[in-house]
């Protein structure tokens, strides 16, 4: 029995039983440490050796897999693209009913970050009756249906934030 002092109380707590039983076997434990120390440093390390416990780790909604498809299918987004973004948006009505539609964003990318990495992104910006307006989108969403390419622009720069105040139009490219 272990003696705990909580606000003035003496709380008398069991040992497990757990922690006599491996007190009782320390002195072997310590014995087959000692020997699979010796093996490991012989041994070549297995994926079986991996700290990190496969089962016990939050299970992820994306792969490495589908990380790898999206990659390919988004790699030629560039800044100064007019785009259209399928994006899947959930509402629930009066009754609690969810409801899945596809909204449509159409505007031009002004910059793309993150490179090729799961968490990439590509900013978006539109008029909207006079007021500009900006959405992030994760590349690798699973609310992202498809980007559709509309036109593309020549621009000489990675990232357009100028284009927010800017009232004259881009030049072209012919889009293939």
């Known amino acids: 029995m272990t003696e705990e002092v909580t606000s003035d109380k003496i709380v ?27 093996s490991a440093q012989t041994s070549v390390p297995t994926e079986s050796a991996n700290p990190v416990d496969t089962e016990s780790s939050a299970p992820q909604d994306v792969t490495t897999e589908e990380v790898m498809a999206t990659q390919g299918k988004y790699a030629d987004l560039k800044p100064g693209m007019t785009v259209k973004v399928y994006q899947k948006i959930k509402e629930t ?17 002004l910059a793309r970050k993150h490179g090729q990495e799961a968490g990439a992104t590509i900013t978006v910006h539109k008029d909207a009756r006079g007021i500009g307006v900006e959405k992030i989108f994760p590349l690798n969403s699973p609310f992202i249906e498809k980007i559709e390419v509309v036109k593309e622009a020549r621009v000489r720069r990675s990232k ?14 012919a889009v293939s």
């Open 12 to 38: 008398e707590q069991p040992i497990k039983e757990e922690a006599v039983q491996s007190a009782e076997t320390a002195p072997e434990a310590e014995k087959s440490d000692k020997d699979t120390k010796e």
């Open 93 to 109: 009505n009066t009754k609690g009913e969810e409801k899945e539609r596809i909204q449509i964003f159409e505007g031009i990318i």
């Open 160 to 173: 357009l934030y100028f284009l927010r105040n800017w009232k004259k139009r881009l030049r072209e490219k």
